[in-house]
């Protein structure tokens, strides 16, 4: 079974838990620690495709999250989650997983919040905040022109751009600089947060820090791939 699954974000609040500090040699002290958390609903998901090597080239399962009425779904989507015995869902998502972890699945089945029990860090991805057009001071963090005598009126500028054209005659600024532009509304990924409690009851994840996006947002969360050095030795 996949190590992940879709949801939403709800909020952000603190929990109290207990831990211990070393004080001096041998001693300890137990503490409450405030740990600012995000509450995520993760699930139920469904299975909602199997794609298999054979057929499709390689092996994943397609994952259905959110009810949607059928007026406000489409034809396609209401035969295609149909097939597997579910009502039209609002969001599909693939997850690629082994020969082992396809042949524990069926078309249908429901994941819960459960297969996170047992992972300590986790991976979420979502999209950020969108901020509309901003300029180079907001977006990149530019100091921007002096605001003395003698300067031109555009304190707010990038300034010059053509010290970075190609040496190749063509006179043309190099592609890629840092310009004004949209800012946010981009896919974020948060790696290696960890998991502070499970919900069972309410499909509830508890992750320590903060996860990008605005609430209600939807996040996908996956077991951590890469850890943090750090985190590997605890």
Same mark, same amino acid.
């Given at each position: 079974?996949?190590? @992940?699954?879709?949801?939403?974000?709800?909020?952000?609040?603190? +929990?109290?838990?207990?831990? $211990?500090?070393?004080?001096?040699?041998?001693?300890?002290?137990?503490?409450?620690?405030?740990?600012?958390?995000?509450?995520?609903? &993760?699930?139920?998901?469904?299975?909602?495709?199997?794609?298999?090597?054979?057929?499709? %080239?390689?092996?994943?399962?397609?994952?259905?999250? /959110? $009810?949607?009425?059928?007026? #406000? #779904?489409?034809?396609?989507?209401?035969?295609?989650?149909?097939?597997?015995?579910?009502?039209?869902?609002?969001?599909?998502?693939?997850?690629?997983?082994?020969?082992?972890?396809?042949?524990?699945?069926?078309?249908?089945? =429901?994941?819960?919040?459960?297969?996170? =029990?047992?992972?300590?860090?986790? $991976?979420?991805? @979502?999209?950020?905040?969108?901020?509309?057009?901003?300029?180079?001071?907001?977006?990149?963090?530019?100091? /921007?022109?002096?605001?003395?005598?003698?300067?031109?009126?555009?304190? *707010? #500028?990038?300034?010059? &751009? %053509?010290? *970075? #054209?190609?040496?190749? /005659?063509? %006179?043309?600024?190099?592609?890629?600089?840092?310009?004004? %532009?949209?800012?946010?509304?981009?896919?974020?990924?948060?790696? !290696?947060? =960890? &998991?502070?409690?499970?919900?069972? =009851?309410?499909?509830?994840?508890?992750?320590?820090? !903060?996860?990008?996006?605005?609430?209600?947002?939807? &996040?996908?969360? *996956?077991?951590?791939?890469? +850890?943090?050095?750090?985190?590997?030795?605890?």
């Amino acid at each position: 079974m996949p190590k @992940a699954l879709i949801g939403k974000k709800i909020g952000m609040t603190r +929990l109290f838990a207990e831990k $211990d500090r070393h004080v001096g040699a041998g001693d300890k002290v137990n503490m409450l620690v405030n740990e600012p958390v995000t509450v995520l609903e &993760v699930g139920p998901c469904f299975v909602s495709q199997i794609k298999t090597e054979e057929n499709d %080239g390689y092996n994943a399962l397609q994952l259905a999250f /959110g $009810d949607i009425k059928g007026r #406000s #779904s489409t034809m396609q989507v209401i035969g295609h989650d149909g097939k597997a015995g579910i009502a039209p869902k609002r969001i599909h998502r693939e997850v690629r997983v082994d020969e082992a972890g396809l042949g524990e699945a069926e078309l249908g089945q =429901e994941i819960k919040v459960d297969v996170f =029990e047992e992972i300590p860090y986790v $991976d979420v991805i @979502a999209t950020s905040k969108g901020k509309g057009m901003a300029g180079p001071m907001k977006r990149w963090g530019f100091k /921007g022109q002096l605001a003395t005598h003698g300067v031109e009126r555009k304190h *707010r #500028s990038p300034g010059s &751009v %053509g010290g *970075r #054209s190609s040496n190749l /005659g063509t %006179g043309k600024p190099k592609k890629g600089g840092k310009k004004a %532009g949209q800012m946010g509304n981009k896919q974020v990924t948060v790696r !290696s947060m =960890e &998991v502070i409690a499970v919900d069972k =009851e309410k499909n509830l994840l508890l992750v320590k820090g !903060s996860v990008p996006g605005a609430n209600q947002g939807v &996040v996908y969360v *996956r077991e951590a791939i890469r +850890l943090f050095k750090r985190k590997v030795a605890k």
